[in-house]
């Protein structure tokens, strides 16, 4: 599980590692030092040949600035032409700056030496930085970028909130970011994510002085495959029994790529309950549904529901959701259900309710537009778990996971090969099981996420889940779950 926590925490952190190595007797700036050996040595692997290598540095006024400055003068040390930047002359971190200069840095009086730098070095801001660049920054940032030269970003890419990964304004757009001590939630979420470039972490020492993560993103080994999948005495009820109420006349399509998502996902069986034309074509795809044209309540019993793909809004549509709302089983409500329950505000449950919209259905939910959504993805999917008393799947280009207590997680498996018509059904349906075989809903959505990602970009490079951007071909949502056993298979490690 890869971790990350949030400014206060690091803070905390940082401020009783400090306490006690003061106590056990190093002196000041070993955390800084010990960043900074770190960022030096991804720059120096990045460079290739750290002799006359040209590394420009931009500095800020606070200890990010300070980084800079301490690896700046490792660089220098080792032969390169190191020139820095300073936003702020008189505020820049004065014992950086002094082993700067007595390691042979240079302060550069004009920005021209941007123009040619292999490497530029952001240490403009880190955790202490607030809003988009000042237009000084930017402009200097822009230059950089012109400039052509590697950008890494120190701690995190300057602009992009740590907490949140909102950027409000200009932001650095890393090629490489090196974070220390511990992961930042805005690193794993967009906008911020896409300004980090490849992230890396440098340990600095805060491990024990951490307390529980703001945010989570799984690995393949945090998949754990259903045990009862390999238990000799598994039987179909103990692998669960997921109900899907999805599709109509205009979108009988959604209805299929939810079952199969379900039946993929591993169900002990599939229920689904949809009009008459909706319930043929269910039946066509995959016989192995059981399948009623009646109403949910029609349906027999199930361990968790998936409501909403392609449902329709109208008066039928209302029925349906209002009958799986009223059960007393884990429930996921999806697409139109979404649009329904935002409309009626809300619903009362006893058992656990997940909710999985795009940007679009989250803002109606809110009533906010999408593009707020999208530019604040955490702030909103929290809010939406607390205004629903749900669990808060939020889609896009990086999934978000709220539930309405405990850390969030942050699917690292995405990719924009899933922005395609239908492969929201299917994940509906890959989480409805995963429910259904009695997973906390964060959990269910989490391994739903990143089994979904990881199943497109199988999809597209059956031979590898990580070349999933340089393969070319499309991938549909028919293949998406197609590609589902094969993910399964990927994160056992088979
Ligand atoms: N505290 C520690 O022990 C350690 C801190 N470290 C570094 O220290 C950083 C935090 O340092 P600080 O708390 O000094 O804060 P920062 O250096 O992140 O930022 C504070 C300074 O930036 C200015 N600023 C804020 N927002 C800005 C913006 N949008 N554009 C331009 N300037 C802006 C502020 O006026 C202030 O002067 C971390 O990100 C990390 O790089 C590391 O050295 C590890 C150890
Ligand atoms: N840019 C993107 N990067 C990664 N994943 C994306 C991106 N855009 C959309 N997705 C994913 O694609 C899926 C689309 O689902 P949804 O919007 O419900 O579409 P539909 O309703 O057509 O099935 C979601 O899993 C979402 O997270
Ligand atoms: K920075």
Redesign the pocket.
């Known amino acids: 599980m890869r971790t990350a926590h949030s400014v206060a925490d690091v ?1 905390a952190a ?1 401020a009783a590692l ?1 306490a006690e190595l003061r106590r056990t007797g190093p002196g000041e700036d070993v ?2 030092n ?3 050996t770190g960022l030096a040595t991804a720059c120096a692997g990045l460079l290739g040949r750290v002799y006359a290598a040209r590394v420009v540095l931009l500095v ?8 800079a400055l301490y690896a700046g003068a490792q660089l220098a040390r080792r032969g390169a032409r190191v020139d820095a930047l300073l ?2 002359p008189d ?1 820049a971190h004065a014992r950086g700056l002094a082993a700067f200069r007595g390691a042979g840095g240079r302060v550069a009086g004009d920005a021209e030496v941007l123009d040619r730098a292999d490497l530029v070095l952001d ?12 237009p000084d ?1 930017a402009e200097l940032v822009l230059r950089a970028e012109l400039g052509g030269g590697l950008i890494v970003a ?3 890419p ?2 992009v909130d740590a907490d949140t990964g909102e950027v409000v304004g200009a932001a650095v757009h890393a090629d490489v970011t090196v974070t ?2 511990t992961w930042k939630p805005g690193l794993l979420i967009d906008p911020g994510a896409s300004h980090a470039g490849a992230a890396t972490l440098v340990d ?1 020492g805060l491990g024990d002085h951490l307390p529980d993560p703001a945010a989570c993103a799984l690995q393949d080994a945090d998949v754990l495959v259903p045990f009862g999948w390999l238990l000799p005495t598994a039987d179909k009820y103990r692998r669960g029994v997921v109900g899907v109420v999805a599709g109509s006349k205009t979108y009988p399509g959604a209805a299929v790529l939810a079952v199969g998502g379900a039946l993929r996902a591993g169900a002990g069986m599939v229920r689904f309950a949809g009009p008459g034309r909706v319930a043929d074509a269910v039946r066509a795809a995959w016989p192995e549904a059981v399948v009623t044209d009646g109403l949910p309540s029609e349906a027999g019993r199930v361990q968790a529901w998936v409501v909403g793909p392609g449902l329709g809004t109208d008066k039928k549509a209302r029925r349906r959701l209002a009958e799986v709302l009223d059960s007393d089983v884990p429930v996921l409500v999806d697409a139109d259900g979404l649009t329904l329950l935002a409309e009626a505000g809300g619903s009362e449950r006893s058992a656990p309710t997940l909710l999985t919209p795009h940007a679009g259905e989250l803002g109606r939910l809110l009533q906010v537009g999408p593009a707020a959504v999208e530019a604040a993805r955490l702030t909103h999917a929290r809010r939406a778990a607390a205004r629903y008393g749900a669990t808060v799947l939020l889609k896009g280009s990086t999934t978000v996971v709220v539930p309405p207590d405990g850390p969030v997680r942050v699917n690292p498996t995405g990719t924009p090969r899933l922005a395609t018509a239908g492969s929201g059904d299917v994940l509906a349906g890959l989480a409805g099981t995963l429910l259904a075989a009695g997973r906390e809903p964060v959990d269910a959505a989490a391994t739903a996420a990143y089994l979904h990602g990881l199943a497109a970009r199988l999809a597209a490079e059956p031979d590898g889940a990580e070349a999933d951007l340089v393969a070319p071909g499309p991938v549909t949502a028919t293949d998406i779950v197609a590609a589902l056993p094969a993910a399964w298979r990927h994160v056992a490690g088979a």
Do not use: C, K, Q, T
Request: charged fraction near 20%; avoid cysteine; glycine fraction near 30%.
């Open positions: 803070r940082e400090i955390l800084m010990r960043a900074a800020g006024s606070g200890d990010n600035g300070g980084d936003l702020n505020r240490g403009i801001v880190g955790i202490g930085g607030s809003g988009g660049l000042r920054a120190v701690d995190l300057s602009g220390f001590g600095i």
